[in-house]
Each structure stands twice: as structure tokens, then as C-alpha cells.
Antibody
Framework: QITLKESGPTLVKPTQTLTLTCTLSGFSLSTPGVGVGWIRQPPGKALEWLALIYWDDGKYYSPSLKSRLTVTKDTSKNQVFLTMTNVDPVDTATYFC?????????WGQGTLVTVSS | SYVLTQPPSVSVAPGQTARVTCGGNKIGSRSVHWYQQKAGQAPVLVVYEDSDRPSGIPERFSGSNSGNTATLTISRVEAGDEADYYCQVWDNINDHPVFGGGTQLTVL
């Protein structure tokens, strides 16, 4: 059974750095063709793709957020990490990680991150 | 950046057919994926690569893609189909996924 689960802080202060972890189960990020993406959704708004990392360590970032994002993986621990620097209240959102093969075929439940002082 | 345009809302009576559109420049030349997101839940892939269904998705969900419009069709709509639906493609020029703005499907 394939599952993904996001974890990290629920409250972050403005200007701080946010680090989220996605723990994978039922598949390996060392399998050719497999990627894991990060997508967020502000309350009441649409999905916004943030970053994507592939089995071969290829990385892609949203052009509008590229300077603030870093995606990495620890294949031995089956985890993927997203770091976002200099957060702002507009970064308040539910953050999802999702497995990518043909589209994003499996999603985590999401974690709500609030940015507030 | 590649832009996908969806109608904000679509309404349909139970048992009827709902069509959710996704517009984009020459979208017919790209693979389109569709996601269903029910209130308070994570998105679920319901159609991938224009018209294929993942395991467990009812045959009532189908997709098509041609020209500048991709369409998700839901036949014999049920109350449980009420959700937001998002289309998604890969932006080949900028090398990243793009989501549409989402369509809220209301079952009357």
C-alpha cells in the first residue's frame, strides 16, 4: 500500500525558515521514473505546485518561488524534504506531498502551516 | 508560463452528465491529468494522460483532449461527485507542472 505523510511545524513566524518532511511508504524514490512533488493550497484557494524531485535527484522549482525553496531526499529513510526560507503570512496553506508517475497519483493528507507572529 | 483556464463552477442534477473544461494554448498536444478534491480532503487523481483511469476510479469518469480544450466528463452524476476538480499539465518550456484554477462541481 502506497502512502505519503507530511510532517512539520504547524505555526511559523514571519521571516523564519520552514522545513517539511514527507515520509514515503510502499514505494521507493530510487525507482526509475518516480518523483515526489510538493503542492500547497492556501485556505479556500487553488492548488499551487512548488517543487519536484526525481529518483535521479533531478529537481524542479516553481519559478515564482525558486529563490526560497530547496527540495532534497534521503532515499535510505524514504523521506523527502522541502525547505522554504523567509516565510510570510501569504505562505499560510496546507502543504501536500505527492508521488508522481503519470500525474500525481498518490497524495499525502496534507499539513496546515500557519505563518503568524 | 503556460496557463490553464477552468470555469469556476459547474452545476448538474443527479443522474445527468457533467462536463468540466480546461482551456490552454494547444492543450491537445499535451497530456492532461484531472484531480478530484472533496472538502477537507487531499486531491485524488481521477483521469491521467487525457483519458486513462487509475484503478478504482469509476467508468463514469472519462476525459478527452483536443485543440485548445480538455474535458472531464462525469456521467450519471451522484451526490458524492460534488467536489472541486483540477486539471494539470506539464509546462514543457519552463519544465514544471501547472494546475488549472479549479472548478467547483455542485450537484443540485
Amino acid at each position: 500500500q502506497i502512502t505519503l505523510k507530511e510532517s512539520g511545524p504547524t505555526l511559523v513566524k514571519p521571516t523564519q525558515t520552514l522545513t517539511l518532511t514527507c515520509t514515503l511508504s510502499g514505494f521507493s524514490l530510487s525507482t526509475p521514473g518516480v518523483g515526489v512533488g510538493w503542492i500547497r493550497q492556501p485556505p479556500g484557494k487553488a492548488l499551487e505546485w512548488l517543487a519536484l524531485i526525481y529518483w535521479d535527484d533531478g529537481k524542479y522549482y516553481s519559478p515564482s518561488l525558486k529563490s526560497r525553496l530547496t527540495v532534497t531526499k534521503d532515499t535510505s529513510k524514504n523521506q523527502v524534504f522541502l525547505t522554504m526560507t523567509n516565510v510570510d503570512p501569504v505562505d499560510t496553506a496546507t502543504y501536500f506531498c505527492a508521488k508522481k508517475t503519470h500525474g500525481f497519483d498518490y497524495w499525502g493528507q496534507g499539513t496546515l502551516v500557519t505563518v503568524s507572529s | 508560463s503556460y496557463v490553464l483556464t477552468q470555469p469556476p463552477s459547474v452545476s448538474v442534477a443527479p443522474g445527468q452528465t457533467a462536463r468540466v473544461t480546461c482551456g490552454g494554448n494547444k492543450i491537445g498536444s499535451r497530456s492532461v491529468h484531472w484531480y478530484q478534491q472533496k472538502a477537507g480532503q487531499a486531491p485524488v487523481l481521477v483521469v491521467y494522460e487525457d483519458s486513462d483511469r487509475p484503478s478504482g476510479i469509476p467508468e463514469r469518469f472519462s476525459g478527452s483532449n483536443s485543440g485548445n480544450t480538455a474535458t472531464l466528463t462525469i456521467s450519471r452524476v451522484e451526490a458524492g461527485d460534488e467536489a472541486d476538480y483540477y486539471c494539470q499539465v506539464w509546462d514543457n518550456i519552463n519544465d514544471h507542472p501547472v494546475f488549472g484554477g479549479g472548478t467547483q462541481l455542485t450537484v443540485l
